[in-house]
Each structure stands twice: as C-alpha cells, then as structure tokens.
C-alpha cells in the first residue's frame, strides 16, 4: 500500500483547475469550460483510470526512495570514521572481518529484539563478518538506562553477555528488569550503576543519537551493511543476501 501522502499528492496535482495550466497561455476558458475541464479531469483519473494515479504515485515513491538511498549511502561516506573507528562502540563477530555491519538499537524495539537471532546466527554462520553496535536509545527513558547500561558493561569487559541477556527479555524495560539481568548476566551491579552515571557514557550515546540522524537512521534497528543503509527489521535471508553483496562489493573495490 502506498503512503496516503503520496496518493494524496498525486490527486492534489490531478485537480489543479485548469487556469492553472494555462495562466502564461494566450488561450482563455469561460468559468463554464473550465468547470467541464475539471470534470473531465476527474472522470478520466479518478473514476475511469484510476490506475494512472496509482502508477504516478508509485513513480513518487519510488523516485523518494531512490533520492533518500543516494543521501543515506553519501552520508555514510562523509562518517565512515566515526561508524567503523569509534573506540566507544562496543564490537563483535571478527574483528578483521571483510564485512561490517553497523546496527543502531534500542534494547527495548520490538523490532531490534525480532532481528537479535537473525544476527547472531548470521555472525555464527559467516566468519568475515564483523559487526558494530550503536546504541539509539528512542523509545523513552527505559531505553536510555539500557543503553547506559550497555555501554557500561563494557568497562567490566562484559558487553556481550549483558546484550546476550537483555536484548531477548520480552518484558518492558525498568531499572528492575535492566539490573535484574545485569546481575543474572555476572556484571557487578554497584559498578554498573556507578559507571552508568559517569557523565562521558550519556555523551557517547548523544553522539550516537546525532551520527544516527545523520546517516538516516530514522528508527530502529537500522543496520548499514556494507555501503548501504538498511532501515527496520531483517530477517535472516535478508541480512546473509546484504552480506553477500556488500562482500562482492568489496572484492570489486580491491
């Protein structure tokens, strides 16, 4: 189904009166001929053809898709260094791997949570892979003291057992359930809890929110493979098929 907004568009320009279309013409219509021209109009697009609305609406769509992928992949350009080379992003798979995969998260997206197998049985499958975790805290303040505490774990050097605990936990997020499993996960909570307030983890995770905006990472989770941004959920197919040409690509750059 086509964006309301698009179809919504194309009808707009459908309707224009005709006085629109031929204000810089020498010929000129009588209110009635425009009226009847109107009406053709409406006759023809709406009510006879109303594929050609459709169609037109689809070229829109498609035409904004395009322009959003060219800005998306040109930002990721102009940010390469602070997407693959940021020292504070914790990092997994292998760490000299031909592929890398960017992936922003929100600990409490339904939709991050949906991905999280995909992912690690993508890592699991393909060794050349290497994958860095961004944290896009969006859905509210539980998300943020997630994210905190993810970016935290990493001081204890466990960072990946506490996002291996907490990304498939279904229940909504509180400092409960977020220490709750810190805790089942082996991190010392009191550490946690301290590094968590050191005023340098919010800045990392504000920076990130911002490098995030700036490639088009416009929801979560947003996963940049290779070259290319790849807004919303993944399922396994469609990660190993992005992984594959993002691989070929980089074979073709050598």
Known sequence: MLPAKIIFGVLALCLLPASSFAADSPAQFTDSQKAAIEELVRNLLIKK????????????????????????????????????????????????????????IDYQCGYCKLSYEAVEKLLSENKDVK????????????????????????????????????MPVKEHLSDEVIFKTAKEAGLNVDKLKKDMADPAIEKMIKESLELGNEVGAHGTPTFIIGETVHPGMMQYEELKKAVEEARQASGARK
């Open 131 to 166: 994958i860095i975790y961004k944290e896009f805290p969006i859905l509210g303040p539980a998300s943020v003291q997630a994210a905190k505490a993810s970016l935290a774990s990493a001081r204890q050097g466990k960072f990946h057992k506490f996002h291996k605990a907490l």
């Open 49 to 104: 053809e109303p594929e050609i609305i459709m169609k037109a609406a689809q070229e829109i769509q498609n035409r904004q898709e395009a322009e959003a992928s060219v800005k998306n992949q040109q930002a990721v350009a102009v940010n390469r260094e602070k997407l693959l080379n940021d020292p504070n992003s914790p990092v997994g798979g292998n760490l000299k791997g031909a592929v890398t995969i960017v992936e922003f």
